[in-house]
């Protein structure tokens, strides 16, 4: 198993009897992509520590159902921007592990040539635009992305991910303003795991219920157990279904968990065991297993066969990340500008 094979958007669910069902494929698809998510993290953190892996490093541990359950919801030609926290979102959309571990390792054969590192993949092959360094600067971009998109007429979205840090940077509300004025086909996700680097919520803000801040720009807006990969999969198909019948943007508060500090140099003094462990409580990927089991979609050996490939898919990428070469000095002065041959008008 090379890469996670993303679900298709239809017939991913279904309404009967005014309840959401969704189908097998979707909830194995969900299952593997979290389960490679969370193991290709595990293992990153652990060359991080040997110092194979260098620079920053924000892993995604305990958030992996805020990717997977957009990731089923949208289509191809649908457009993905992020932080810097960025190793799930392309894994949830196929981009290839190895790819994206030779990236880490600052290798030729990484997703951006071995010169973003961590806080830098990139893959347009699966339309995912980035994850960007800079605090909140992905936030327009993201609004960016859809004006393109509204403007070649394309009938695709862009979703923009942010932390909960991001939210107090000014370009988030102009870039919700402009989204909002100009109806652009964008979902703005608010990954928030309560903490902005080391600094809690209730500590930055008198506003404690994030989506409420769509309210100064008449937004749609709800929170969500983003701990629960079936309710962002439904928030996420909702918001896209009013971006592509022009009714404009969506702020969505995904409400989540990271079990790892914000980077792999943080002590995580600012919150207490006990709070992480009562949070592994409810995690997404042991909440699809149960469900799968339940349902009876597959049997415990189905499900260990699953998890006995993604270790060796991860290993694999360990491996062709080892084996790659450095790019050469030379590569730094390639990829820099772009020949842009027509004018942008705006009608």
Same mark, same amino acid.
């Given at each position: 198993?090379?890469?996670?094979?993303?679900?298709?958007?239809?017939?991913?669910?279904?309404?009967?009897?005014?309840?959401?069902?969704?189908?097998?494929?979707?909830?194995?698809?969900?299952?593997?992509?979290?389960?490679?998510?969370?193991?290709?993290?595990?293992?990153?953190?652990?060359?991080?520590?040997?110092?194979?892996?260098?620079?920053?490093?924000?892993?995604?541990?305990?958030?992996?159902?805020?990717?997977?359950?957009?990731?089923?919801?949208?289509?191809?030609?649908?457009?993905?921007?992020?932080?810097?926290?960025?190793?799930?979102?392309?894994?949830?959309?196929?981009?290839?592990?190895?790819?994206?571990?030779?990236?880490?390792?600052?290798?030729?054969?990484?997703?951006?040539?071995?010169?973003?590192?961590?806080?830098?993949?990139?893959?347009?092959?699966?339309?995912?635009?980035?994850?960007?360094?800079?605090?909140?600067?992905?936030?327009?971009?993201?609004?960016?992305?859809?004006?393109?998109?509204?403007?070649?007429?394309?009938?695709?979205?862009?979703?923009?991910? %942010? &932390?909960?840090?991001?939210? @107090?940077?000014?370009?988030? /509300? *102009?870039?919700?303003? !402009? =989204?909002?004025?100009?109806?652009? +086909?964008?979902?703005?996700?608010?990954?928030?795991?309560?903490?902005? %680097? &080391?600094?809690?919520?209730? @500590?930055?803000?008198?506003? /404690? *219920?994030?989506?409420? !801040? =769509?309210?100064?720009?008449?937004? +749609?807006?709800?929170?969500?157990?983003?701990?629960?990969?079936?309710?962002?999969?439904?928030?996420?198909?909702?918001?896209?279904?009013?971006?592509?019948?022009?009714?404009?943007?969506?702020?969505?508060?995904?409400?989540?968990?990271?079990?790892?500090?914000?980077?792999?140099?943080?002590?995580?003094?600012?919150?207490?065991?006990?709070?992480?462990?009562?949070?592994?409580?409810?995690?997404?990927?042991?909440?699809?297993?149960?469900?799968?089991?339940?349902?009876?979609?597959?049997?415990?050996?189905?499900?260990?066969?699953?998890?006995?490939?993604?270790?060796?898919?991860?290993?694999?990428?360990?491996?062709?990340?080892?084996?790659?070469?450095?790019?050469?000095?030379?590569?730094?002065?390639?990829?820099?500008?772009?020949?842009?041959?027509?004018?942008?008008?705006?009608?």
């Amino acid at each position: 198993m090379a890469t996670t094979t993303k679900a298709k958007s239809e017939p991913a669910a279904a309404k009967k009897g005014g309840k959401t069902e969704f189908s097998k494929e979707t909830y194995m698809y969900w299952y593997e992509s979290m389960q490679l998510m969370r193991k290709f993290e595990e293992k990153a953190g652990q060359l991080y520590g040997m110092q194979k892996i260098k620079g920053f490093c924000h892993l995604y541990i305990g958030q992996e159902a805020c990717a997977s359950g957009a990731a089923s919801a949208l289509r191809k030609g649908d457009k993905w921007i992020t932080a810097y926290r960025d190793h799930g979102h392309p894994l949830a959309l196929g981009t290839a592990p190895k790819a994206i571990m030779a990236e880490l390792y600052g290798k030729e054969t990484g997703t951006t040539k071995g010169k973003g590192g961590s806080m830098h993949i990139f893959d347009k092959s699966v339309g995912f635009i980035g994850g960007h360094g800079i605090v909140g600067a992905q936030v327009p971009m993201g609004a960016g992305i859809a004006f393109a998109e509204k403007y070649n007429k394309t009938g695709n979205l862009c979703i923009t991910y %942010m &932390g909960d840090g991001a939210v @107090r940077q000014g370009a988030f /509300h *102009e870039a919700l303003n !402009l =989204a909002m004025l100009w109806k652009l +086909p964008v979902i703005f996700c608010i990954e928030n795991n309560g903490y902005a %680097m &080391g600094t809690s919520v209730e @500590r930055t803000s008198n506003v /404690h *219920e994030l989506y409420t !801040l =769509a309210e100064a720009y008449d937004m +749609p807006a709800e929170p969500v157990n983003a701990m629960d990969v079936e309710a962002v999969h439904i928030a996420v198909a909702n918001a896209a279904e009013r971006a592509r019948a022009g009714e404009g943007p969506t702020l969505l508060e995904l409400r989540t968990y990271r079990y790892k500090g914000h980077s792999m140099s943080d002590p995580q003094k600012y919150r207490s065991k006990e709070e992480v462990e009562q949070y592994k409580q409810r995690d997404p990927v042991e909440a699809v297993r149960k469900t799968i089991l339940e349902k009876k979609l597959a049997t415990e050996k189905e499900l260990e066969d699953i998890d006995n490939k993604i270790v060796q898919t991860v290993e694999e990428s360990v491996k062709f990340a080892e084996e790659s070469n450095f790019p050469d000095p030379s590569e730094a002065l390639t990829d820099v500008y772009v020949q842009q041959d027509y004018p942008f008008v705006m009608d």
